[in-house]
């Protein structure tokens, strides 16, 4: 069985730098076209593609976000973490991970609601 | 970079079949996936590879793709299939993952 769920801060203030965890379980991220990606929803918007990083360490990004975002791996702990720098209210909104092959992304976390305010 | 371009909306009486719609620049050379997302909810995969519906997903749900035009399909709507719907591609040019603007489905 697959599950990821993130983690971290729910609330970041202007300019500061966001981190948050995927945790998953069920595949292993050094299997050949396997990734883990991150999909960022603001309030009442549509799905916005930020980063994925793959089993080779392969990662790509949201043209629009690349100078601001990071994506790195950890096979041993089975974590994938995102860095978002530079925060401002318009990143405010809910932040999935999900895994990630040719097929789709055919599981998602829950979700994790960030706020960016002072 | 590569564009899909979704209706905002799109109603329909329960029973009846509604069509959701996802353009992009010669779409049909792409494979498409789409998303379900219930108010609240995280997306569940609901079609992959343009028409192939992943273990769990009603017979309901359809999709094609052709030119510039890729396409869900639902049978027999029910109320619960009210949700936002998003198609998404991989851009191989950029190597980046592009979703549409999503479709708002009213069950009437």
């Known amino acids: 069985q697959i599950t990821l769920k993130e983690s971290g801060p729910t609330l970041v203030k202007p300019t500061q730098t966001l981190t948050l965890t995927c945790t998953f379980s069920g595949f292993s991220l050094k299997s050949t076209g396997v990734g883990v990606g991150w999909i960022r929803q603001p309030p009442g918007k549509a799905l916005e593609w930020l980063a994925v990083?793959?089993?080779?360490?392969?990662?790509h990004y949201r043209p629009s976000m690349r100078s601001r975002v990071a994506i790195t791996k950890d096979t041993s702990r089975n974590h994938v973490v995102l860095t978002v720098s530079n925060m401002d209210p318009v990143d405010t909104g809910t932040y999935y991970c999900a895994h990630f092959t040719v097929g789709g992304l055919a599981y998602w976390g829950q979700g994790a609601v960030v706020s960016v305010s002072s | 970079s590569y564009v899909l371009t979704q209706p905002p909306s799109v109603s329909v009486a329960p029973g009846q079949t509604a069509r959701v719609t996802c353009g992009g620049d010669n779409i049909g050379g792409k494979s498409v996936h789409w998303y379900q997302q219930k108010s609240g909810q995280a997306p569940v995969l609901v079609i992959n590879?343009?028409?192939d519906r992943p273990s769990g997903i009603p017979a309901r749900f359809s999709g094609s793709n052709s030119g510039n035009t890729a396409t869900l399909t639902i049978s027999r709507v029910e109320a619960g299939d009210e949700a936002d719907y998003y198609c998404?591609?991989?851009?191989?040019?950029?190597?980046?993952?592009?979703f549409g603007g999503g479709t708002k489905l009213t069950v009437l």
């Open positions: 990083v793959y089993w080779d360490d392969d990662a």
């Open positions: 590879f343009d028409a």
């Open positions: 998404q591609v991989y851009d191989s040019s950029g190597d980046h993952l592009v």
